[in-house]
């Protein structure tokens, strides 16, 4: 398995690639079929956030599959330790589900309350791979921009401090049931997705305590075509 590290705002340390190296056995266990695993770190310089100011996010692709989970803490080993346990947890869903899918079962339920990290990024995210800087700052560029699939492009309008990320994610139809457990996965509080049943872009999230919502887009020209 390949593991890519890389550092926000932060020095990657030998010691640290050393540790998460030792601690990738973990991975391989549940999924040998990982293929890769994007791990980043994160430094928070405002002193007010010390007890969060290292953030580990990793990011494991096995197949189609991406599953990601995130923690931060005072110090890296222990913000590393605390993704890699909601890792592992997500892991191991992926690899009961497929047990299930050929003892042909149904899926299991869905939990409703599953913690909801601190500080989601983007759906499917896997660090900076495939961004782009915008050489003329200007934010009609960040947004019309043809982007490749997993591409991102990035800009800070003028001298605010509003910065537009605009990134084109590759979608397989499938039904609400089947987003609501990847969004589970990468550990966000909502996943964009194409419904099979409508063809329509959706996005699935989580609504306060046991339930979720779903929204469909579609247009008006469309919609009176059905009718």
């Known amino acids: 398995m ?16 050393d540790v998460v190296d030792s601690k990738m056995n973990r991975v391989t266990a549940i999924a040998p079929d990982a293929q890769r695993i994007q791990v980043v770190l994160t430094h928070e310089g405002n002193p007010r956030q010390a007890d969060s100011a290292k953030r ?3 990011t494991v692709q096995a197949g189609k599959t ?3 989970a995130e923690a931060s803490s005072a110090d890296e080993f222990s913000a590393l330790d605390m993704a890699l346990d909601k890792l592992t ?5 992926v690899r009961d589900r497929r047990k299930d899918h050929r003892r042909g079962l149904e899926h299991p339920p869905l939990p409703a309350d599953l913690p ?3 500080q989601p990024g983007d759906e499917g995210d896997q660090g900076d791979q495939g961004q782009e800087s915008n050489p003329d700052n200007s934010a009609q560029t960040a947004v019309a921009s043809d982007l490749a699939p997993g591409q991102s492009v990035e800009v800070q309008v003028g001298d605010t401090p509003i910065v ?18 990847e969004m589970e996965l990468i550990g966000h509080d909502f996943f964009l997705f194409v419904n099979k049943e409508t063809q329509r872009p959706s996005v699935v999230y989580r609504r306060h305590g046991w339930s979720y919502g779903v929204f469909e887009i579609d247009t008006t020209e469309h ?3 059905k009718k």
């Open 2 to 17: 390949e593991i890519v590290i890389t550092g926000r705002h932060t020095q990657i340390k030998q010691r640290f690639r």
């Open 56 to 58: 580990v996010e990793l």
């Open 66 to 68: 991406v599953i990601r």
């Open 89 to 93: 947890q997500r892991l191991r869903r």
């Open 116 to 118: 909801v990290d601190d």
């Open 164 to 181: 537009i990320r605009r990134k084109l994610h590759i979608a397989e139809p499938m039904s609400i049931d089947e987003a609501l457990y």
């Open 223 to 225: 919609v009176g075509q």
